[in-house]
Structures are given as structure tokens and as C-alpha cells.
């Protein structure tokens, strides 16, 4: 009866063992599973990932506009004061949230107001400006190069108030313009304005109400009395070559409060700024369009155009995937890099305008060509440009990269069924 008793003991206390096994092997399995998808970071669930950044758009070889604002057709060119079309001599242009569009008609000093930036059709002259240059637009509210003036509107409505202006006295002094070309107001409420004819950039750190008085900040120029071109050396007379600190004659800016783009057009370039500047005189970081920043001449010093070279760059912008378009006007283009330069002479990735990169020289108007560009805006996948050459402005449409589809992530397997843990009895290890 003993014997017996041991037997049954035994074989109970067995499966037992059995059974422990099989649950701490399935448990060490999920552990293991766990440890593998965290890394360092503990039993921890994995943070959430960042939403993907904007896609950078692709416009093709030699692609065709989708849209002519200004005249009747691609191959149409009707000569200054003809009704109902545009008399542009130079300017970027603006386009709302919703799509409408603001072109500076610069032959007549008025501003346009189209309803649609990407289809032709009627528009209205905004009130309150009577020397258009320049327009643009930041957080709905709308930025007028007016003349030497630069206004702010509340609005891109008609009638919106002007809320404050920066200007409206030419010479060169702390809050004087001559030949203001460009202004753009930051995310963070900053103004930069490009002082093309004093050859500096001056930026305002805040934008109040009324007059901006003074500015806090000149770039380009040692001093805010200072105004002329490549003038390192501080005297009266422009420097023969330019530097990462000098300017000459400016016509663009562009800064999402960070980062500062400028081309500086006299010297056949664009300028990059890493960190917006806070104090006069500051040297930029990366050249465009030249292999140096002690170099300027048009095409980098080449017979002919390239991908990397400029030859009287006059507007920069850039679009919310980090795109930064060119309008480089004496080449008849607009370049497109797909992140701005970090390094010197980076070659663009992207031509409008022409068949390829070599050709800078003018064509007959049609839907893929351009004639001495002067103003190029992104706006979505679309890269808004003012024709100026040719009277008119152009609308591309660009694609973005199809959307890759993350790999699924297996969950961790579950626990295998496992019998009940039987206690063990009074004769566990007796035989």
C-alpha cells in the first residue's frame, strides 16, 4: 500500500513540474518579446511617433504650367495696357489660404486681388496701395511693399485696416528705406525687409501698432548709417569681391524665425543664415550659386549655366517641406532645391522654365517656358511665378512621392493554455 501511495505521489509531483515549466518558459517568451521591441527603454511602452513631415513635391522635366494668369493663352504675349491683363515690372506675389491670389502690378502701382490663384478670370484692385512693388502674406495677415513703405494689413480683406508700416522716409538711417523689394513677416512676429537700393536687410524683433520706428537689426552692413555695396572694409567705396557679411543690392527675403534666406542679387547668389541674425553684421552660413562666399560673378565665373549657378537670383521662397525655389531671373528659370543647402555651390534638383540646366537664354512664351522671372511663391504643391518678361503669371503643380506604408507590428504572443497547478501532496519525493 506504500509502494502505491509513493507511486501516485510521484507522477502527481511530475506534472506539477511540468506544468511550472511550460508557464515560466511561455512567460521568459513574452519577456523577451517586450525587451526586443523597447531597446534601452525599459518595460515602457514605446512613445507615439512624430507626425510625418509635409512631402516634397516633384514638377517633372520640363513640365507645363496648369494655369496663366494675365493673358489669354501660354503662347500670348499683349503688350503693356492692354485691358484686362497685367503690366508687371517686377514683384513676388501672394496667395491666400483659400487660394486667392495678389499680384504687385507694378506698370500701374496697384495691387491685384484675383479670387483664384490657379484659373484665370477677373480681379479688383486692392485699396489703400498705390505703389505696388511686393506682396506678402504670414498667419492671415497681408504685407505690402508699398513704394518705400511697407505696410501691414489686418487682412487680406479689401478694406482691411492697416495695423502698422515700417519706412515712408528714404536716405540711409535706422528706419529709412530705398527701394524696399521685398518684406516678409515671420511666425514669431518678426519683420525683414530687403533695403534693395542701401544694400542691407533690416529686421524689426516685434511688430506693434502704428509706426515700427527704427530698426533693431541691419544685415549686410556694419553699421545702421552704412549703405554701401560689398563694403567690408567699412570705407566709401564698394569692395571688389563680396563676403559672408556684405550685400548688394538685395531683392528677397525669406525666414520662418529661424533661419534667414536673402538673395542677394548684385552678387549672383543666395545667402543662408543658420539662426536668424540678433546682431549687426553677421556673416552667413552656405552660398548658393556660388562655390565661395567670396565669390559673385554671374554663373559661378562660367561661359555658360549650371545647375549649381546663378546669374541675378531676385526671389527666394520656401515651401512647409523644406523646398527652396530660386526665381534666377537673367537665366529665364526657377531653381528648385529639395532642402535648403548646407553646403556651398549645392547644385539645384529641380528646373521651370527650361529643358535642362545649361540653357539660360530667352524663348517664344508658351506653358513650359519663362522670360526673366521675378517672383516665385509656393503655395501647397503648387509654385506660383510672376512672368515678368512675358506679362503674366504662371502656376505649376507639382506631385508628391507616393505614401509608403509603415511595416505592421506583431503584438506579443499570448500565453499557451496551461493545466491547473495541482498542489502537491503529503508524499511529494517519497518512493
Known amino acids: 500500500m506504500r509502494r502505491l501511495f509513493s507511486f501516485h505521489s510521484h507522477r502527481r509531483n511530475m506534472k506539477v513540474h511540468e506544468t511550472a515549466t511550460r508557464r515560466l518558459a511561455a512567460i521568459a517568451l513574452v519577456f523577451s518579446t517586450v525587451a526586443a521591441g523597447c531597446g534601452d527603454g525599459g518595460g515602457l511602452p514605446p512613445a507615439a511617433a512624430p507626425a510625418p513631415a509635409p512631402a516634397p513635391v516633384a514638377f517633372?522635366?520640363?513640365?507645363?504650367?496648369?494655369?496663366?494668369?494675365?493673358?489669354?493663352?501660354?503662347?500670348?504675349?499683349?503688350?503693356?495696357?492692354?485691358?484686362?491683363?497685367?503690366?508687371?515690372?517686377?514683384?513676388?506675389?501672394?496667395?491666400?489660404?483659400?487660394g486667392g491670389l495678389f499680384v504687385a502690378d507694378s506698370g500701374t502701382g496697384t495691387l491685384k486681388v484675383f479670387s483664384r490663384h490657379d484659373q484665370p478670370g477677373s480681379f479688383t484692385d486692392y485699396p489703400g496701395v498705390t505703389r505696388a512693388r511686393s506682396v506678402s502674406m504670414q498667419s492671415g495677415r497681408l504685407v505690402v511693399v508699398d513704394g518705400d513703405t511697407v505696410r501691414i494689413f489686418e487682412s487680406a480683406a479689401p478694406g482691411a485696416p492697416q495695423i502698422a508700416f515700417a519706412g515712408g522716409a528714404t536716405g540711409c538711417s535706422t528706419s529709412g528705406l530705398n527701394n524696399p523689394t521685398s518684406a516678409f513677416?515671420?511666425?514669431?512676429?518678426?519683420?525683414?525687409?530687403?533695403?534693395?537700393?542701401?544694400?542691407?536687410?533690416?529686421?524689426?524683433?516685434?511688430?506693434?501698432?502704428?509706426?515700427?520706428?527704427?530698426?533693431?537689426?541691419v544685415v549686410g552692413q556694419r553699421t545702421m548709417t552704412s549703405c554701401v555695396a560689398n563694403n567690408d572694409n567699412g570705407d566709401t567705396d564698394p569692395d571688389p569681391a563680396p563676403t559672408a557679411s556684405t550685400l548688394s543690392g538685395p531683392r528677397s527675403v525669406w525666414s520662418d524665425g529661424t533661419r534667414l534666406v536673402v538673395a542677394d542679387t548684385g552678387n549672383n547668389r543666395?545667402?543662408?543664415?543658420?539662426?536668424?541674425?540678433?546682431?549687426?553684421?553677421?556673416?552667413?552660413?552656405?552660398?548658393?550659386?556660388?562655390?565661395?562666399?567670396?565669390e559673385g560673378r554671374p554663373h559661378a565665373g562660367d561661359p555658360t549655366p549650371s545647375s549649381m549657378s546663378l546669374a541675378t537670383p531676385v526671389s527666394v521662397d520656401v515651401n512647409d517641406a523644406g523646398q527652396l525655389a530660386v526665381a534666377d531671373e537673367q537665366n529665364n528659370r526657377?531653381?528648385?532645391?529639395?532642402?535648403?543647402?548646407?553646403?556651398?555651390?549645392?547644385?539645384?534638383?529641380?528646373?521651370?522654365?527650361?529643358?535642362?540646366?545649361?540653357?539660360?537664354?530667352?524663348?517664344?512664351?508658351?506653358?513650359?517656358?519663362?522670360?526673366?522671372?521675378?517672383?516665385?511663391?509656393f503655395h501647397g504643391r503648387d509654385l506660383v511665378v510672376v512672368d515678368t518678361g512675358n506679362n503674366r503669371v504662371m502656376v505649376w503643380r507639382g506631385t508628391a512621392p507616393p505614401v509608403v506604408t509603415p511595416p505592421s507590428v506583431h503584438p506579443a504572443p499570448s500565453l499557451p493554455p496551461t493545466e491547473p497547478l495541482i498542489p502537491p501532496g503529503p508524499g511529494v519525493g517519497a518512493y
Do not use: C, M
Open 60 to 98: 517633372g522635366a520640363f513640365p507645363s504650367a496648369v494655369a496663366v494668369i494675365g493673358q489669354e493663352g501660354f503662347d500670348q504675349v499683349a503688350p503693356d495696357g492692354t485691358p484686362g491683363t497685367l503690366s508687371i515690372r517686377r514683384g513676388e506675389p501672394a496667395v491666400t489660404a483659400g
Open 185 to 217: 513677416l515671420t511666425p514669431n512676429g518678426r519683420l525683414v525687409v530687403a533695403d534693395s537700393s542701401n544694400h542691407r536687410v533690416l529686421i524689426w524683433n516685434t511688430v506693434g501698432s502704428g509706426a515700427l520706428g527704427e530698426a533693431h537689426v
Open 270 to 294: 543666395v545667402l543662408v543664415w543658420d539662426n536668424l541674425p540678433a546682431g549687426h553684421y553677421q556673416p552667413a552660413t552656405t552660398v548658393i550659386g556660388q562655390r565661395s562666399l567670396s
Open 334 to 377: 526657377v531653381l528648385v532645391w529639395n532642402r535648403i543647402p548646407a553646403t556651398h555651390g549645392q547644385p539645384a534638383d529641380q528646373v521651370l522654365g527650361k529643358a535642362g540646366f545649361t540653357d539660360g537664354e530667352s524663348s517664344a512664351p508658351s506653358a513650359s517656358t519663362l522670360s526673366e522671372p521675378e517672383g516665385a511663391r
